[in-house]
């Protein structure tokens, strides 16, 4: 119950749900304790007045006696039939409290879950698998929402009818009571016993479910490698192996949750057998009546439902306590970026990274070693370099996706960690190189860079990102469902979408990580031209692996091991003939190449 411990102020916050529900489970239980008593009276009576009958056998009376005795039975039916639909009303609202208090609990749970998925960086996502984020949301909600409702209903349900069957018992006889409880110690003992193999084997299941949604998940979002490497038979037989293991997981968790149905029914069982026979011997002492036998019979059965409640309630706790225990790991994670400041302000767009230097948390790589530059607002600079040598870990610092190891990054002059994280990331627009959109229409994808963006404004951004005639030409225009992650479009497409939805923002600082490398050169061209004369008064940082001659950049930085090789402008790193000199020559060519070709 520790891990369960955290929902506590769920229950808490629907306190009336939980209180009115456990009237209402208390009100149908009394009504049901009832009804034994009433057969008992009416069976008392019928064995009371059998011999009167017989004795006016013959005679006018009996005929009387008959009416008489079959009215009062009527009224004893009558009365059980009454307490019954009682007895119904009350748990047709038990229901509606608790059953629907767990609904609200699994609502505020699972938004409370997605919420800190929002606040959990990028190290976070890094560390674990989407796969196992979806199952923690969902599959373990859903176990979580069986303990707050339908589990603690049963329990106040099953603690009620024992408190008031065992005192009705009691009332009628303490020596038979004892009797037909003894079977108890023992059903405790093993409830205890299983629950714990329960518990152990729905941990082991929960989390090889969470490989099994890893291993769909990373097929679906990776289904064209598969296919075209033609690797379907060998994931089909990897997905098999790795269902194959849940399935015996839950075969054996099954077969465990198997024993307690016969446990219980062999308890129930003796103690009815005790109460047939401890009851005879009694009724021939003259303790009790025939009745009073029927109606710890009928008690007896009573308590059957909740007697097995036990195990099926101790298994829902125990697989309750698994989930919560994930769901807690990853609520308890705390961000490596906090952020405390609601406050907006306009941000100006001055960068100065002094001495930056940052080691990836997890693999200890050190991807920038004191890199130092200055931009003033309205500036451009150009970061070129090999693969890996550090430019998108520059991006992702500059939108704190990460912290900086050692040194600080100021904007405006002010030390970054000083801005508020939300306003700071408004205020910069960003194409990543990995361009992501959502399943949506393409309208929305644009408009996601400015929720209050008109039309208007979204036809005119995508001309600037020369995407607009393709997306005219679309049945559907800008009604288009791009599919997941835009799998409907192109890379260049989805790239030039990406631009829109950047410049649409209108930031102070814009950021574009290797945007263009799948449009062709005229269509780079024309987004270029835009770019010079719409960037005049921004700053801009493009990270690139082309020089594009179209833009005329105040700074230019060529990183090298996540260090700075050369820093300067165009002409100056043309005059070093070092690596930019290298990479511009070798553009040429390929350049000319592309011409002839065409």
Not at 99 to 106: D, G, P, T
Not at 423 to 434: A, F, H, M, S, T
Request: net charge negative; with cysteine; charged share 20%.
């Amino acid at each position: 119950m520790k891990q369960l411990a955290y929902l506590n102020k769920f229950f808490f916050r629907y306190k009336w749900h939980l209180l009115i529900g456990t009237v209402f489970v208390v009100g149908a239980n009394l009504f049901r304790v009832l009804q034994p008593k009433v057969i008992r009276e009416a069976l008392d009576l019928v064995i009371e007045n059998i011999n009167m009958y017989q004795q006016f056998n013959g005679f006018t009376p009996q005929t009387e006696f008959y009416s008489v005795l079959g009215k009062i039975l009527l009224l004893f039916g009558g009365l059980v039939l009454v307490l019954a639909l009682l007895m119904g009303v009350f748990m047709y609202f038990m229901r509606q409290t608790i059953i629907v208090m767990s609904r609200l609990i699994e609502y505020d749970l699972r938004n409370e879950i997605y919420a800190q998925y929002q606040k959990l960086t990028l190290a976070f996502y890094k560390r674990n698998n989407t796969g196992d984020l979806m199952a923690r949301i969902s599959e373990d909600v859903s176990h979580v929402r069986m303990y707050v409702g339908p589990a603690v209903m049963y329990a106040i349900n099953l603690v009620t009818l024992f408190v008031l069957v065992i005192y009705s018992m009691l009332n009628v006889s303490v020596e038979m009571t004892m009797y037909v409880l003894l079977p108890l110690p023992l059903l405790s003992i093993s409830i205890y016993y299983v629950s714990n193999i329960i518990n152990k084997k729905s941990a082991a299941i929960q989390g090889q479910l969470s490989v099994l949604n890893s291993t769909a998940q990373e097929v679906y979002s990776g289904i064209r490698v598969v296919k075209s490497y033609v690797q379907e038979e060998p994931m089909v037989n990897f997905f098999e192996q790795q269902s194959s293991d849940f399935k015996d997981k839950s075969m054996g968790l099954a077969k465990v949750e198997a024993f307690f149905h016969p446990l219980m029914m062999l308890l129930i069982g003796a103690s009815t057998l005790l109460t047939i026979y401890i009851g005879g011997l009694q009724a021939i002492k003259g303790n009790v009546t025939a009745g009073n036998i029927a109606e710890f019979v009928i008690y007896v059965n009573m308590l059957t439902w909740p007697v097995m409640a036990i195990g099926w309630v101790a298994s829902i706790i125990q697989r309750a306590s698994a989930s919560q225990e994930r769901i807690n790991e990853f609520l308890h994670a705390t961000p490596d970026i906090v952020d405390t400041r609601k406050d907006t302000y306009p941000i100006e767009g001055s960068l100065e990274f002094k001495n930056v230097s940052f080691v990836y948390p997890d693999t200890g790589i050190k991807a920038i070693n004191e890199v130092s530059f200055k931009l003033n607002k309205g500036e451009k600079m150009a970061i070129v370099g090999r693969t890996g040598s550090g430019k998108t870990t520059m991006a992702d610092l500059l939108l704190r996706m990460y912290d900086v190891t050692d040194g600080e990054i100021l904007v405006d002059n002010k030390n970054i960690k000083d801005h508020a994280l939300g306003n700071l990331r408004e205020n910069i627009g960003y194409v990543p190189q990995d361009v992501f959109l959502f399943s949506d229409v393409i309208g929305e994808n644009v408009r996601f860079g400015k929720p209050s963006a008109t039309q208007e404004e979204i036809e005119n951004y995508t001309q600037y990102a020369s995407i607009y005639d393709e997306i005219t030409e679309l049945k559907e225009g800008f009604d288009t469902v791009v599919g997941e992650r835009g799998v409907t479009l192109s890379g260049g497409q989805k790239q030039r979408i990406s631009i829109a939805r950047a410049l649409i923002k209108q930031p102070s600082l814009l950021l574009l990580d290797d945007c263009l490398s799948a449009v062709d050169t005229t269509t780079e061209q024309r987004i270029l031209g835009y770019l010079e004369n719409e960037l005049q008064d921004k700053t801009a940082i493009i990270i690139t692996h082309r020089i594009y001659s179209l833009l005329e950049f105040d700074k230019i930085i060529v990183l090298e091991d996540g260090g700075i090789a050369e820093m300067g402008t165009h002409e100056e790193l043309m005059k070093n003939k070092g690596f930019y000199f290298d990479m511009f020559e070798r553009q040429k060519v390929e350049d000319k190449t592309e011409v002839v070709g065409e």
